[in-house]
């Protein structure tokens, strides 16, 4: 069988393994923005190739599909989806798993995911306000309290600021910090010009994350194991929000700090969502589908957004779980015969994965790209982990360089969270510079240590949201009372800046 | 005792005044009498006093560290270098060579491994828990291989990074406590990177047990232990010596409170607020002369006089330095009041010696009980008895929370005997 893969980065080395792997004996062609060393290697020793060129231009896809004709044709990642290259693949008769154009809007616009959840009044959903124009949204930002303000669209996970503001004493500083970072995501979000809106603003919460990904046909959906995902760029949960430093997945379906009432919530929330998209953009949903999602006092499981395609690196954390044929299952879903299709996990195994970086990512690329790298597989294989190619380029010289984003992701797994840790740590020394440029990852993700104050956290929303659930106001949040006024409702406003405008 | 914290913005645009301000207003209960402030300044670092008009009008720099610090001492708390200055908690004669470490690490590819495999070489040598920022805008958090002194890191959002000497602080500025830092473990914060470091943790490491007993809020964690209610079981612990009657018990204000709810609850005795502050903040230990000390005592202490008339009272409190405190209390509640019978609860043992290792600063030659004998000491302060903690009543507390304390000051240098 022939497959043809779209994509570039670990996500992508991830697919391409579970491709690799099934007794469908697929013969692997990738479809590159650069000369991934990782999926070049797969796809040589599964007897295909790999083609370098840009693949969010539909024509190029096209054209290698035309060249390679293949059974099946997988899109990793979401700009391609944005850009209609699933949409032109199927115009011309191909199988696609991944999601179309209207479909992938439920990722690209983050304005339509919470139009949509408010719309059916799925539970999860967050208060949010969107702005077309920057002096609506400074205008807005004056009165805006404990608020994050994001990208109205996808912009590669990154760009949301998330500006607690509960004590207001510090609120003038914090005041200052929104409206900035309104104009920078305003600036950011002009380059693109496929989205009406620009800037979101939405409630913050807190609580804790973990992704929920399903494979689905457009009837029938398949859900994947919980995994937890990353988001800060170092260390004890510090500093810059980044496509994801690591993750861990298991036992079984669940997470450490997930019960399984929680799961089944989020897995009703993520049908709810598919079931409602589909019905909103008039198109079969076809493709993988995941929410990110946070356990929260307001709700419990609270949709935070949702991708139209597998978690970078959430993927990652599954390869050593999944004990069935995964291509069968992609195979399925893009023929539109997902329905009892199962995908088996191994319930005792626990993963852990680290995504390693040049120092400078996420805000200084360009000090992050262009250092050679090397890995030794075999040592990382001898202690039973994978590692898989990210953001590296083959250079002319033969040898491995940074592109300035996550450059390797390593994968472990074993029956306890300590001990993947354990060998994560070993495994992550074998990934290496050359011209001795720092490399970096989070030693903290997986550790007991993390995972305990996890469960604590988790524990702590619990309470909340059960009591809220008691008392039949989950997801009612209730600001300020203003005597003659009447109690607001609106999270997003501050009672500060309310009293200003009454004086 | 002083206290420090450092804040390390990834993002910019933000004024870091009002956390400066208020992070302050949270270590002022610790003492100290200097704020200070360390932060780039053109192409280098300045070290200046905080709150007056020019430190305001500076423009914002990424990192910053401040510190309350006794002004008497700033020397050895504080080292300045054109790239990097170093501020510990406690004065230190090896801060010299500690920003010289500092300052060749952070000219390295990787400060961690170079802090960690300089500061490992000193493992048995006592440096203090320091901070330190550079003019490249990096900090450095370091805790003190002998423990001793707290360390907690925080983070607020994608947007800052804080470490902070108390875990209250973090929490006042709205920020969140990730953890507190192992002896010997470290942090190194910069825009680009933050790297923990561990030069490893002597085999004598433990917790100043007045950090406990008196300088920490109490709400505030120290490893892991809350100081709050590890005060209320010191304070339960202390009902065993109550032979007497008595019909209530009051704390001194405000550290005692959480003692005499101990003492209470052990015995059953009511617990009443006998007394009204009238200014904040009046930590009366910790000032530096004896007529500051003073005035603090007698601000603190406006007594609620029908909870006390004509009845037996327990005052408790946290510890008794010169023993002023309990005094004008005794005066008080004798004299103006009217009770009939004063009996002193103290949770803690006898201080007894200075600090060997600078963290508190106590004259032993002001220590009442290591001049003065029991009934002397009941005499002087004119009370019917004085009751103190034994040192086998700490200990099984600190075996509760599973910590290990230096008592030195209390005649017990368990940091020491490891030597």
Same mark, same amino acid.
């Given at each position: ?62 054209? /290698? ?18 850009? +209609? ?57 004056? #009165? ?9 669209? &996808? ?72 995994? &937890? ?33 929680? #799961? ?32 929260? +006092? ?5 949709? /935070?957004? #949702? ?132 490399? #970096? ?13 996890? /469960? ?48 | ?65 401040? %510190? ?147 300088? %920490? ?129 103290? %949770? ?59 008592? %030195? ?11």
């Amino acid at each position: 069988m022939k497959v043809l893969l779209v994509g570039s980065g670990g996500r992508e080395h991830a697919l391409a393994k579970l491709i690799t792997s099934s007794q469908m004996s697929a013969k692997l062609y990738v479809l590159s923005d650069y000369a991934n060393p990782g999926l070049m290697r797969e796809a040589e020793l599964s007897g295909g190739k790999l083609f370098v060129a840009t693949t969010t231009f539909p024509e190029n896809v096209v054209k /290698i599909a035309e060249l390679v004709s293949p059974d099946l044709v997988v899109v990793g990642p979401e700009e391609p989806q944005f850009h +209609g290259v699933v949409d032109y693949l199927r115009e011309r008769g191909f199988y696609v798993f991944g999601a179309s154009r209207r479909c992938s809007s439920i990722e690209r616009s983050k304005v339509f995911a919470r139009y949509l959840m408010w719309k059916h009044s799925i539970p999860g959903r967050l208060y949010y306000v969107a702005f077309k124009s920057l002096d609506d949204a400074r205008e807005f930002v004056k #009165y805006a309290g404990d608020v994050v303000v994001k990208p109205a669209r &996808q912009v590669g996970g990154k760009g949301v600021r998330v500006i607690k503001d509960t004590k207001a004493f510090l609120s003038e500083a914090k005041h200052q910090v929104k409206s900035e970072a309104a104009f920078k995501t305003f600036e950011e979000i002009s380059k693109y010009g496929d989205v009406d809106y620009s800037v979101l603003v939405e409630q913050r919460v807190d609580g804790v994350e973990y992704t929920a990904q399903v494979v689905t046909d457009g009837s029938y959906v398949l859900p994947l194991p919980l995994v &937890q995902d990353h988001p800060h760029a170092y260390e004890l949960d510090l500093g810059y929000e980044t496509g994801g430093m690591g993750c861990i997945s298991g036992p079984g379906h669940l997470l450490p700090f997930i019960d399984q009432g929680e #799961y089944e919530t989020t897995q009703k929330i993520v049908r709810e969502v598919l079931e409602r998209l589909q019905e909103e953009v008039k198109e079969r949903y076809t493709g993988a589908f995941a929410g990110q999602m946070m356990l929260t +006092g307001l709700w419990g499981p609270t949709a /935070i957004e #949702y991708y139209s395609r597998f978690g970078d690196p959430e993927i990652s954390c599954l390869l050593p779980r999944v004990e069935s044929d995964f291509l069968e299952v992609l195979d399925r879903a893009a023929r539109g015969a997902l329905s009892g299709a199962k995908v088996g996990v191994s319930d005792e195994v626990v993963s852990v994965v680290k995504a390693v970086a040049p120092v400078g990512y996420p805000v200084s690329r360009d000090e992050a790209r262009g250092h050679p790298v090397t890995v030794d597989v075999e040592k990382i294989r001898g202690l039973g982990c994978e590692v898989l190619y990210a953001s590296v380029e083959l250079g002319s010289d033969g040898r491995t360089y940074t592109k300035g984003s996550r450059a390797f992701e390593v994968v472990c797994s074993a029956s306890s969270y300590e001990e993947a840790h354990r060998v994560s740590e070993l495994a992550v020394s074998y990934v290496t510079s050359l011209d001795g440029w720092p490399l #970096y990852h989070r030693s903290d993700v997986g550790s007991s240590e993390l995972v305990e104050e996890r /469960i604590r956290e988790a524990e702590r929303v619990r309470r909340v949201y059960r009591s809220k659930h008691l008392r039949g106001t989950l997801g009612e949040f209730f600001t300020v009372w203003l005597p003659g006024r009447g109690v607001v409702g609106n999270p997003l406003l501050s009672p500060l800046r309310w009293e200003d405008e009454d004086s | 005792m002083t206290g420090f914290f450092s804040l390390l913005f990834f993002e910019s645009g933000w004024n870091v005044h009002s956390f400066v301000d208020y992070g302050l207003s949270v270590l002022r209960h610790r003492g100290g009498s200097l704020s200070l402030i360390c932060w780039k300044s053109g192409d280098r670092v300045s070290c200046e006093e905080y709150g007056n008009g020019e430190t305001r009008d500076r423009p914002r720099s990424r990192a910053v560290v401040t %510190a309350l610090l006794d002004r008497r001492r700033v020397d050895e708390h504080v080292v300045r270098g054109d790239r990097v200055a170093v501020v510990s908690d406690r004065p230190s004669r090896y801060l010299g060579e500690v920003a010289g470490i500092v300052e060749k690490a952070l000219a390295s590819a990787k400060p961690h491994e170079e802090l960690s495999k300089h500061l490992r070489v000193l493992k048995d040598v006592d440096v203090p828990t320091f901070t330190a920022v550079s003019s490249r805008e990096e900090v450095v958090a370091w805790r003190s291989s002998l423990g001793l002194t707290p360390l907690a890191v925080g983070g607020y959002g994608f947007d800052m990074a804080v470490t902070s000497t108390e875990t209250s602080l973090i929490e006042v500025l709205d920020a969140d406590v990730r953890r507190h830092l192992l002896p010997g473990e470290g942090l190194y914060i910069s825009k680009n990177q933050v790297r923990l470091f561990n030069s490893g943790s002597s085999s004598r490491c433990r917790l100043c047990l007045f950090e406990l007993l008196y300088t %920490a809020r109490h709400d505030s964690i120290v490893d892991g232990v809350s100081v709050y209610e590890f005060r209320k079981k010191l304070g339960e612990s202390l009902g065993r010596y109550l032979e007497s009657r008595v019909d209530a018990i009051v704390g001194v204000p405000e550290t005692a409170i959480p003692y005499a709810i101990g003492l209470s609850r052990s015995t059953g005795v009511p617990l009443e607020f006998g007394f009204v502050s009238t200014a904040r903040e009046a930590r009366s230990m910790l000032k530096e002369c004896v007529r500051d000390r003073l005035v603090a005592v007698h601000l603190k202490l406006n007594p609620v006089r029908r909870v006390l008339e004509g009845k037996s009272i327990a005052v408790v409190d946290d510890s008794m330095v010169t023993g002023s405190t309990l005094k004008t209390v005794a005066q008080l509640l004798r004299y103006r009041i009217g009770v009939r019978e004063i009996h002193v609860f103290i %949770a803690s043992p006898k201080l007894v010696s200075t600090c060997p290792y600078g963290v508190v600063a106590l004259d032993p030659e002001t220590l009442i009980s290591a001049h003065l004998d029991e009934l002397s000491i009941e005499k002087y302060l004119d009370v019917d008895s004085v009751n103190w903690l034994r040192d086998e009543d700490v200990d099984s507390v600190a075996d509760l929370f599973r910590i290990r304390l230096c008592a %030195a000051c209390f005649g017990r240098d368990l940091v020491g005997e490891g030597r």
